[in-house]
Nanobody, 123 residues
Framework: QVQLVESGGGLVQAGGSLRLSCKAS????????LAWVRQAPGKERELVAA????????YYADIAKGRFTILRDNAENTVYLEMNSPKPEDTAVYYC????????????????WGQGTQVTVSS
C-alpha cells in the first residue's frame, strides 16, 4: 500500500502564492507518477498537474499552465504544487494521487489517493 499525505492548504489572497506538499510513504517505490487533482464544490474532479519520479516533462492541464508548477523531491518522496497568482476559481480541495503505471492525464487512472487539503482563494 501507498500512503499519501497532503499539506500546505489554507486561505490565500488572489495574486498571492501557496505551496502544497504531498508526501508518499509505504510502498512509494512502487509508484511511477504523482498528480495533483482538485475538486471544487459542485464540480467534478479535474487533474491539475502530474510528474514522474524518474524525471521527464511534467504534465499541466490548461488551468495550470503558466501559473502552477509541479516539483518533486525524490529523497523526501514528496511532490509539491506551487500555486502562483491563484484566482478565486482555484478554490477547491486539492488531492494527491499516485499511479503504479505511467503518468496519466486522466485522474481516474491513478491508484492511490490522499485525504486532500483545502485551498481557499479570496478576492
Amino acid at each position: 500500500q501507498v500512503q499519501l499525505v497532503e499539506s500546505g492548504g489554507g486561505l490565500v489572497q488572489a495574486g498571492g502564492s501557496l505551496r502544497l506538499s504531498c508526501k508518499a510513504s509505504g510502498r512509494a517505490s512502487s509508484t511511477v507518477a504523482l498528480a495533483w487533482v482538485r475538486q471544487a464544490p459542485g464540480k467534478e474532479r479535474e487533474l491539475v498537474a502530474a510528474i514522474t519520479w524518474g524525471g521527464g516533462t511534467p504534465y499541466y492541464a490548461d488551468i495550470a499552465k503558466g501559473r502552477f508548477t509541479i516539483l518533486r523531491d525524490n529523497a523526501e518522496n514528496t511532490v509539491y504544487l506551487e500555486m502562483n497568482s491563484p484566482k478565486p476559481e482555484d478554490t477547491a480541495v486539492y488531492y494527491c494521487g499516485a499511479s503504479r503505471g505511467v503518468l496519466y492525464s486522466d485522474f481516474a487512472k491513478y491508484d492511490y489517493w490522499g485525504q486532500g487539503t483545502q485551498v481557499t482563494v479570496s478576492s
